[in-house]
């Protein structure tokens, strides 16, 4: 990777922002209501509505077959609902016809799992060719395009050809084409699901700076919730084309609603461990709680401060954690059965500071 | 061999190359774009259009199931309409590029169909249009293969051409049944195999060149 620190670099701020005759801020960027796209018998989208607000960076996330792909489509007409309407800066695209999307469609960007960079063009020729379809003349392309490859961090491979690159620095080239033409809504497709992990923050990180530096708004769909946690700021849980679940980030992975959006925050949230999961029973000596909170204070000590009025409580797993500075707990406990009033007192406690209390089973013995 | 037999070789080396060449130009500029209609209009191509596709699918089949003896024959009327006669080696360019140009459509339909389909959906999401995509992405993503596959076409016509000599067209495989194998010639005949092998070889290594250096995946 030669990916450098954004910040560090002086022609980034130098960089222009957003179209501003793009809309007014206060309208969203993408309307949908209503929209529905059948393959046969399946619905890829289910009478789906949402919106997406301007600067932000929406995460929608689902398991395979959710209609992720099918959505990000909708948005710049690569795919056709069979109703609904789809608003992109206040205009319906749904029916338009394919040369009347062509404008539209160069003013979002969009950036692939797989890259699909052209591998006959170099990579200043990659980032310059959505300015080639807007009619740019060939010197303010290139100036262009060097602009961008700094931006990204990947200057000194202007002229290498895309097979001579990391996959980061694919992506990097990726994201470099998507921005060339000052698009005002980025859309991102599963883009850092090819990568490892190292990559991906670094991917995630650029795109991050992206958004907040030239202001773009990114739509970004994947399956992965280290990638929304990472980025996102609002979440949407996308399931057999359907939005089961929506909201801010800390708020959504502090307290999600549905078994999916539970199910795909098990890997990063604190679980019980297996071990003692394993011997949860209906019936023995110790209670096992699970607790979920979100309150500025737990970084102030509140954390220690619930413990100390635990006194008969085991600590067992989990902790705080940081989601855009949001801190979010989720731990569990073990509380004596005898006397009874003990398990009464602590989930009363708990309760009273705003968490949610969850009793998971007993254990037969203190663990 | 003496210098009468040698001078007919240079003669007919010079035939054998203009017949190929010309040939070969004609069912580039005319194969290529049948290749691309054929994979634009195919289902889920950039103008998928099935009437299209398939009557064309039909003519360049029918064009290249007649056999090449046959077709010399029966071009001549058309043969004579655009060179004046049937006769010689310009006449013999015609029925060539005919046979070689729909063999060279479905040379580069191969290679036109094996770019990714990712690299044109990143077209498309760019705002390029349809003649975009021909431009930007079908055809310089396909180079490498259009230009292997137009050094089999050229290779395939060098064979070919020999058999344009019974038609009185020239060459090298008219000179090789004419001195060589009816005149008992075997000095003739070993020449024109060993320019022929050279011609082949040539050919050949030219196109590989030019396809490692327009090759730039992986």
Known sequence: MTGRNLNSQPSATAFTAVDPAAGAPGTPVVALSGVSRSFGPTHALDDLSLTVRRGEILGIIGRSGAGKSTL????????????????????????????????????????????????AKTVAENVALPLKIAGWGKAERRARALELLDLVGLSDKADAYPAALSGGQKQRVGIARALSARPALLLSDEATSALDPETTRAILTLLKDINRKLGVTVVLITHEMEVVRTIGDRVVVLEAGRVVEEGEVWHVFSDPKTELTQSLLSGIRPQLPAHIASRLASDGPETVLGVDLTDPALGNGLFSEILSHLPAAHFLHGGIDHIHDQPVARFFLTVPREPASLVDEATAYLRSINARVEVLGHVARPV | ????????????????????????????????????????????????????????????????????????????????????????????????????????????????????????????????????????????????????????????????SAMAGAIGAGGLGDLAIRYGYQRFETGIMIAVVAVLIILVSGIQWLGDRLVARLDHRA
């Open chain 1, 72 to 119: 990000i489509r909708c948005l710049n007409g690569l795919e056709r609902p069979d109703s609904g309407r789809i608003e992109i800066e206040g205009r319906n695209i749904v029916g338009l016809s394919e040369s009347e999307l062509q404008p539209i469609r160069r003013k979002i960007g969009m950036i692939f799992q797989h890259f699909n960079l052209m591998s």
């Open chain 2, 1 to 160: 061999m003496s210098p009468v037999l040698f001078n007919l070789l240079l003669q007919s080396i010079w035939e054998t190359v203009v017949m190929t060449l010309a040939s070969g130009v004609i069912s580039f500029v005319a194969g290529l774009p049948l290749a691309l209609i054929l994979v634009a209009t195919d289902r889920g191509g950039i103008a998928e259009n099935m009437i299209v596709n398939r009557a064309l699918g039909w003519v360049i089949n029918g064009f290249r199931s007649v056999p090449f003896i046959i077709l010399l024959v029966a071009l001549i009327p058309i043969t004579r309409l655009l060179v004046g006669t049937s006769l010689g080696t310009a006449a013999a360019i015609v029925p060539l590029a005919i046979a070689a140009a729909p063999y060279y459509a479905r040379v580069a339909e191969v290679s036109l169909r094996e770019v990714d389909p990712g690299l044109i959906e990143a077209a498309r999401a760019m705002g390029g249009n349809r003649w975009t995509i021909v431009r930007e992405v079908l055809v310089p993503e396909a180079m490498p293969g259009i230009v292997a596959g137009f050094t089999v076409t050229l290779v395939t016509l060098v064979g070919a």
